[in-house]
């Protein structure tokens, strides 16, 4: 090296210049660190610009490097410690942002450990941090002007900003909260979330087709107070994932519902033993005339014959049926017993999806048989004719509470007479972000007595005003302050449907939201005010258009997550799996072992790698030299983490 330059640069950095490196990049180093370690730092020069080396000038042992001092001022900073969740996604940007402005693996590893240390509660293992800076080592820096000591064949992306990820099937969802239920209703609901660990919106949903259960066919409403009336039946369906505690939820609200029902089979136990065996005798009493009628030698014994069989009949007491409010997965056939039996009304709440293969046909030769929940969601009128039974339905009333899998939403929508009839248009969905991995296990906390009495006691207080057998609903109007807000939301609705529209994709479901906001304000009106209320008021009507409100982007969701296809859901899984981890960088085989049990072979976990790297989620697939053979990894965008 030429000696005025060697002594010109010793003068500036205080005499730390090496006189044996004959490579520049090696002509200073830190104080602090080790003699040979020359990939901590960096020699600049600019062609045609002076070179001002201050920029590298370390004032004193312990003080930052520059880069290092910029590329954290570039992160935002935390007023507190760091906690899990968001450890990864700092120190990942923290090591993008030195890796742009030019520093070496080495480097950045230094930094983390620092970083971590002092603003990681609790750290993260050395391991991880390896992984973070071996990750953004790999990429050439930002500046062109830094040299690098990665190849130009081993530039396999340019280290810019990562560009925002479209997360496959996650869209922002509004949390749905329990205090859009009045009283007695939200205080339930809320205590079954806590006591369940589970997102709030599902109780919500489900409290809402519990009073449906119990006053449908009741009850209708009309919005105009003319002919066109809303029934109270509901369908709600909430999407978690398995293992989110669903079944508690249900059972917690419907517990009510299954008291109920049992204390009427016990008082009407007696009854129910009377009359089964007058019937039995009387059918045996018939069987014996007619083998006599049969037997008879003229016409005027057999007349005489006829007119006793007739008198039994006449006599005979009609069956006792107790009262059933709900169900789980049965066929069309079976429901329409069931609505004949029970009023022309009944409820299917469950936590499963079973229901969805049944109405697809998978127990009548693969043939859809939906009409019967179709008009039972309207209240039109159907007949029944079937071999042996033969029955009219004025108004029947059906009931939906859902909460299933998101992967048997994805099913059901692959039977097309589904969609085509309107049938999941129907549906009041929810897909709340699932809180598993997050709760708080030593935490018990109890349904407060008083909250659950108070509940049973409602629900029990409404179904025994049920006058039976029932007959024309109550039709109750809605409220002149009531109506407006009605309106003044279905305008709203109405200006984002139709062709180019906002919601074009999802206009069945939009076309029915205004009357499902019509149901829910006429649940919880009666429900907090009684069976002899006049109208529906305000407060009803303004909490069951904001509920509207937020279902509607979780509708818009549905509908996006039953149209994906195959490689698009097996992407939200590999997803799921990378999120949960929150993992820096992963290798094909890391997942294929993970997820092995949905993907058997390897061509859809290719195919859904390949969809989230053209979502930006991850990086495509690179590979690194170890000396054998080519290692191939996936780095993850940090703002999908």
Same mark, same amino acid.
């Given at each position: 090296?030429?000696?005025?330059?060697?002594?010109?640069?010793?003068?500036?950095?205080?005499?730390?210049?090496?006189?044996?490196?004959?490579?520049?990049?090696?002509?200073?180093?830190?104080?602090?660190?080790?003699?040979?370690?020359?990939?901590?730092?960096?020699?600049?020069?600019?062609?045609?610009?002076?070179?001002?080396?201050? !920029?590298?000038?370390?004032?004193?042992?312990?003080?930052?490097?520059?880069?290092?001092?910029?590329?954290?001022?570039?992160?935002?900073?935390?007023?507190?410690?760091?906690?899990?969740?968001?450890?990864?996604?700092?120190?990942?940007?923290?090591? &993008?942002?030195?890796?742009?402005?030019?520093?070496?693996?080495?480097?950045?590893?230094?930094?983390?450990?620092?970083?971590?240390?002092?603003?990681?509660?609790?750290?993260?293992?050395? %391991?991880? +941090?390896?992984?973070?800076?071996?990750?953004?080592?790999?990429?050439?820096?930002?500046?062109?002007?830094?040299?690098?000591?990665?190849?130009?064949?081993?530039?396999?992306?340019?280290?810019?900003?990562?560009?925002?990820?479209? #997360?496959?099937?996650? =869209?922002?969802?509004?949390?749905? &909260?329990?205090?859009?239920?009045?009283?007695?209703?939200?205080?339930?609901?809320?205590?079954?979330?806590?006591?369940?660990?589970?997102?709030?919106? #599902?109780?919500?949903?489900?409290?809402?087709?519990?009073?449906?259960?119990?006053?449908?066919?009741?009850?209708?409403?009309?919005?105009?107070?003319?002919?066109?009336?809303?029934?109270?039946?509901?369908?709600?369906?909430?999407?978690?994932?398995?293992?989110? *505690?669903?079944?508690?939820?249900? *059972?917690?609200?419907?517990?009510? +519902?299954?008291?109920?029902?049992? /204390?009427?089979?016990?008082?009407?136990?007696?009854?129910?033993?009377?009359?089964?065996?007058?019937?039995?005798?009387?059918?045996?009493?018939?069987?014996? /005339?007619?083998?006599?009628?049969?037997?008879? %030698?003229?016409?005027?014994?057999?007349?005489?014959?006829?007119?006793?069989?007739?008198?039994? $009949?006449?006599?005979?007491?009609?069956?006792?049926?107790?009262?059933?409010?709900?169900?789980?997965?049965?066929?069309?056939?079976?429901?329409?017993?069931?609505?004949?039996?029970?009023?022309?009304?009944?409820?299917?709440?469950?936590?499963?999806?079973? #229901?969805?293969?049944?109405?697809?046909?998978?127990?009548?030769?693969?043939?859809? *048989?939906?009409?019967?929940? $179709?008009?039972?969601?309207?209240?039109?009128?159907?007949?029944?004719?079937?071999?042996?039974?033969?029955?009219?339905?004025?108004?029947? @009333?059906?009931?939906?509470?859902?909460?299933?899998?998101?992967?048997?939403?994805?099913?059901? @929508?692959?039977?097309?007479?589904?969609?085509?009839?309107?049938?999941?248009?129907?549906?009041?969905?929810?897909?709340?972000?699932?809180?598993?991995?997050?709760? *708080?296990?030593?935490?018990?906390?109890?349904?407060?007595?008083?909250?659950?009495?108070?509940?049973?006691?409602?629900?029990?207080?409404?179904?025994?005003?049920?006058?039976?057998?029932?007959?024309?609903?109550?039709?109750?109007?809605?409220?002149?302050?009531?109506?407006?807000?009605?309106?003044?939301?279905?305008?709203?609705?109405?200006?984002?449907?139709?062709? &180019?529209?906002?919601?074009?994709?999802?206009?069945?479901?939009?076309?029915?939201?205004?009357?499902?906001?019509?149901?829910?304000?006429?649940?919880?009106?009666?429900?907090?005010?009684?069976?002899?209320?006049?109208?529906?008021?305000?407060?009803?009507?303004?909490?069951?258009?904001? $509920?509207?409100?937020?279902?509607?982007?979780?509708?818009?969701?549905?509908?996006?997550?039953?149209?994906?296809?195959?490689?698009?859901?097996?992407?939200?899984?590999?997803?799921?799996?990378?999120?949960?981890?929150?993992?820096?960088?992963?290798? %094909?085989?890391? #997942?294929?072992?993970?997820?092995?049990?949905?993907?058997?072979?390897?061509?859809?976990?290719?195919?859904?790698?390949?969809?989230?790297?053209?979502?930006?989620? !991850?990086?495509?697939?690179?590979?690194?030299?170890? &000396?054998?053979?080519?290692? =191939?990894?996936?780095?993850?965008?940090?703002?999908?983490?």
């Amino acid at each position: 090296m030429c000696l005025p330059i060697f002594q010109h640069f010793d003068s500036l950095f205080g005499g730390h210049c090496d006189p044996a490196r004959k490579n520049p990049s090696g002509l200073y180093y830190l104080p602090a660190c080790p003699y040979d370690a020359s990939d901590l730092y960096r020699l600049i020069s600019r062609v045609g610009a002076l070179f001002d080396p201050s !920029i590298l000038r370390n004032n004193g042992a312990g003080a930052e490097p520059a880069t290092v001092r910029e590329a954290t001022a570039k992160v935002p900073a935390n007023d507190g410690p760091i906690g899990e969740g968001g450890r990864n996604k700092h120190l990942a940007s923290l090591a &993008g942002t030195m890796r742009r402005r030019g520093m070496s693996e080495t480097a950045i590893l230094a930094a983390l450990v620092q970083e971590n240390q002092e603003k990681c509660s609790p750290p993260l293992p050395d %391991k991880e +941090l390896k992984t973070i800076a071996r990750s953004v080592g790999r990429y050439a820096p930002a500046v062109p002007d830094y040299p690098t000591p990665l190849p130009p064949s081993e530039w396999q992306k340019p280290l810019t900003e990562w560009p925002d990820p479209i #997360i496959p099937g996650m =869209a922002t969802l509004p949390d749905i &909260g329990t205090d859009l239920l009045p009283g007695w209703i939200g205080e339930m609901a809320k205590a079954v979330a806590l006591h369940t660990k589970t997102p709030p919106a #599902i109780a919500v949903m489900m409290a809402l087709s519990v009073l449906a259960t119990v006053l449908q066919r009741r009850f209708e409403v009309a919005p105009w107070g003319n002919s066109y009336t809303e029934t109270l039946a509901l369908w709600t369906l909430s999407a978690l994932l398995s293992g989110a *505690n669903k079944t508690a939820v249900v *059972n917690a609200l419907k517990r009510a +519902l299954d008291t109920w029902e049992k /204390l009427k089979r016990d008082r009407m136990r007696r009854d129910v033993a009377r009359v089964s065996s007058e019937r039995e005798v009387a059918t045996k009493r018939i069987e014996a /005339l007619k083998i006599q009628a049969g037997k008879a %030698k003229n016409a005027e014994d057999r007349e005489k014959l006829r007119a006793e069989i007739q008198q039994e $009949l006449e006599d005979m007491p009609a069956e006792l049926i107790p009262p059933q409010l709900i169900t789980t997965s049965i066929t069309a056939e079976t429901l329409e017993q069931l609505l004949v039996d029970h009023h022309e009304r009944m409820a299917i709440l469950s936590d499963e999806g079973g #229901i969805f293969q049944t109405m697809s046909g998978q127990y009548s030769g693969g043939v859809a *048989n939906i009409d019967v929940y $179709l008009k039972s969601h309207s209240g039109s009128s159907m007949r029944i004719s079937r071999a042996k039974r033969k029955a009219f339905l004025d108004r029947p @009333a059906l009931t939906f509470g859902l909460s299933i899998q998101p992967e048997v939403l994805v099913d059901s @929508a692959k039977t097309k007479r589904f969609r085509d009839s309107g049938l999941l248009a129907r549906f009041l969905y929810v897909l709340p972000k699932s809180n598993v991995g997050k709760r *708080n296990v030593r935490e018990i906390v109890d349904i407060p007595e008083t909250i659950r009495a108070a509940w049973e006691a409602n629900i029990h207080s409404l179904l025994d005003s049920m006058d039976l057998p029932i007959g024309a609903p109550k039709v109750i109007p809605l409220g002149d302050e009531a109506r407006e807000c009605w309106l003044d939301f279905c305008e709203k609705v109405e200006a984002n449907q139709g062709e &180019g529209s906002k919601y074009e994709h999802m206009t069945d479901w939009t076309s029915k939201l205004p009357g499902a906001v019509v149901r829910m304000a006429g649940l919880m009106h009666i429900a907090m005010h009684g069976a002899h209320t006049t109208s529906i008021g305000l407060d009803s009507m303004e909490r069951a258009v904001m $509920l509207g409100r937020l279902l509607t982007k979780h509708a818009d969701a549905a509908f996006s997550l039953m149209g994906a296809t195959k490689t698009e859901g097996d992407a939200m899984h590999v997803y799921r799996w990378i999120k949960a981890r929150g993992v820096a960088e992963f290798t %094909k085989r890391d #997942i294929h072992k993970a997820l092995q049990g949905r993907f058997r072979t390897v061509e859809p976990l290719s195919a859904a790698l390949k969809q989230l790297a053209h979502q930006y989620v !991850i990086s495509q697939e690179l590979t690194t030299e170890t &000396g054998g053979r080519p290692s =191939a990894y996936h780095l993850v965008n940090p703002k999908a983490l």
